[in-house]
């Protein structure tokens, strides 16, 4: 029961699969916990986004709004827009990835908050402190390092089948 249809499970909600495929994932829904809840995660998560949007409603003078905002940006720098827009693509990433991986993303996204923090430790001690204290740091950091890796290859490999 390792062979978790996991990359199908989305397709397999918006019933984007043929026949054969579809029969597949419903005889291994049958006998495997983990997909049953990988499934009810997802069609958990579509159900929030979906009343999420459901409650929004645009204001009828939003395009105008919109439109004259731009124009004022447009007038301003360019430099302040892009670096708007990298932080909002970068979120409608998550957001795209959290809604295909439900959990599977959420453990990744921790194992990279935790990559980011120990680079952050350990550039503001490497700016900041004696070479004794410094190199044990390091070495801990490496140690942090090599355990984080571990598991985001396990994770990864439990994911992907
Ligand atoms: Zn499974």
Redesign the pocket.
Known sequence: ?N????ESMSAYLDEELDKEERMRIDR??LQ?E??RG?LADLMDMRSQVADFYGHLEAPPDLELKVLASLERKAAATTIHASSVAVPLVGLAALAVLACLYGATFFKLFSIVLQFVLTAAYVISNVASSIPGVWGSVLVLSAGIFVVSGLSLRRILRSAAH
Do not use: A, K, V
Not at 3 to 6: A, F, I, K, L, M
């Open positions: 029961m062979d978790h249809p996991t291994h829904l495997c983990i997909c990988l």
